[in-house]
T-cell receptor, first 115, second 111 residues
Framework: DAGVIQSPRHEVTEMGQEVTLRCKPI?????LFWYRQTMMRGLELLIY????????DSGMPEDRFSAKMPNASFSTLKIQPSEPRDSAVYFC?????????????FGEGSWLTVV | DQQVKQNSPSLSVQEGRISILNCDYT??????FLWYKKYPAEGPTFLIS?????DKNEDGRFTVFLNKSAKHLSLHIVPSQPGDSAVYFC??????????FGAGTILRVKS
């Protein structure tokens, strides 16, 4: 069975441009998470969905960030406009059910560099 | 305000010896704890977990210990192998809610 699939794997963009990261969760999983990894803060949860509905977006840094999950097999994380401090690895993850007591499975990440 | 803290950014251990990775948490509502391992250019992968009703869980060379009164957990790897070299993330969750991760500890196992 395929794991969590993310695209693009690498993105280099100029400051001010829009960035869209994509994620396909594991089939049958009903919870989806977006994390960001930085050297200083490790893995930060940005937002998570349960059954395609956003449950907690308190980790989204600011209004420049938005996420959608139009159906059970697809989610996007958009940054508009992008800034150099957004440079990080963005991970999508999914699980069979929300949070505690269950394992979440990560994709390989999208490496974003904003210059 | 980090609720899950891994105070050692890195750890270096000789092959065959024990590796001990530590994690502290502040939220007393956390009742499920996990360790993830991450290799460069890959996503984190689940390693081992423990619920708050236990104080120890073992899986092969990996053992996780939980001390609820101290709000502390540790991961022991015995014996350590060069392939264990990776970043290890501690994570915690209040039941039915999101996972909160620590900043990670880089483990280097020298042969």
């Amino acid at each position: 069975d395929a794991g969590v699939i993310q695209s693009p794997r690498h993105e280099v963009t100029e400051m001010g441009q829009e960035v869209t990261l994509r994620c396909k969760p594991i089939s049958g999983h009903n919870s989806l998470f977006w994390y960001r990894q930085t050297m200083m803060r490790g893995l930060e949860l940005l937002i998570y969905f349960n059954n395609n509905v956003p449950i907690d977006d308190s980790g989204m840094p600011e209004d420049r960030f938005s996420a959608k999950m139009p159906n059970a097999s697809f989610s996007t994380l958009k940054i508009q406009p992008s800034e150099p401090r957004d440079s990080a690895v963005y991970f999508c993850a999914s699980s069979l059910r929300q949070g505690g007591g269950n394992t979440i499975y990560f994709g390989e990440g999208s490496w974003l560099t904003v210059v | 305000d980090q609720q899950v803290k891994q105070n050692s950014p890195s750890l270096s251990v000789q092959e065959g010896r024990i590796s001990i990775l530590n994690c502290d948490y502040t939220n007393s509502m956390f009742d499920y704890f996990l360790w993830y391992k991450k290799y460069p250019a890959e996503g984190p992968t689940f390693l081992i977990s423990i619920s708050s009703i236990k104080d120890k869980n073992e899986d092969g060379r990996f053992t996780v210990f939980l001390n609820k009164s101290a709000k502390h957990l540790s991961l022991h790897i015995v014996p350590s192998q060069p392939g264990d070299s990776a970043v290890y993330f501690c994570a915690a969750s209040p039941y039915g809610n999101k996972l909160v991760f620590g900043a990670g500890t880089i483990l280097r196992v020298k042969s």
